[in-house]
């Protein structure tokens, strides 16, 4: 029977999908490449009012902090934002210049599909793109078949990140 439920706990292990977060780049080290190892200090942007409801229709949920991190500097903002692809949030670093997007990297994916979001021939699409009317972005992303979820969680973290930096130059 010991031998039964051993094997059994064994097999439930093995079959369940691992969990642990890949890497890709460290937040620091993607700050310090933006900003040429001089990262500003970090600014914060409140999420309230007019802020809060563009977030909101964008991610089609509330943005879930009272405050958004981003560092400025040079006529770049650099913002480190969090989203679910399936079950588990992508981290990905995004920097803004003039506001269009002028880079956008993937730096923690914690999903266990759709990983393919991390590779050039995904990112360096958003290169150039900026907001228009109803906070769409101005080209159309190219999907990734097998990871839908993901492109649809980088296209809004994009979208959200072009949509903080024109609320952190109206403030200007």
Do not use: C
């Amino acid at each position: 029977m010991r031998v039964t439920l051993g094997f059994i706990s064994l097999w439930v292990v093995s079959i369940l999908p691992a969990q642990s977060a890949e890497v890709f780049q460290e937040p620091n080290v993607f700050l310090s490449e933006v900003f040429a190892n001089s990262v500003p200090d970090p600014s914060f942007l409140w999420l309230k009012g007019e802020i809060k409801e563009a977030a909101r229709n964008v991610l089609r949920r509330d943005a879930g902090v009272l405050r958004q991190r981003y560092w400025h500097a040079d006529g770049r903002t650099a913002w480190i934002l969090d989203e679910i692809g399936k079950t588990q949030p992508i981290t990905t670093g995004i920097s803004i210049r003039n506001g269009e997007v002028e880079r956008v990297q993937i730096l923690i994916y914690r999903e266990s599909h759709g990983w393919e979001v991390r590779y050039p021939f995904f990112t360096d699409q958003f290169r150039g793109m900026t907001l228009r009317q109803e906070n769409e972005l101005s080209s159309r992303v190219d999907g990734i078949s097998g990871a839908t979820l993901s492109v649809r969680a980088i296209t809004k973290l994009v979208r959200l990140a072009l949509l903080y930096d024109a609320f952190v130059q109206q403030e200007q």
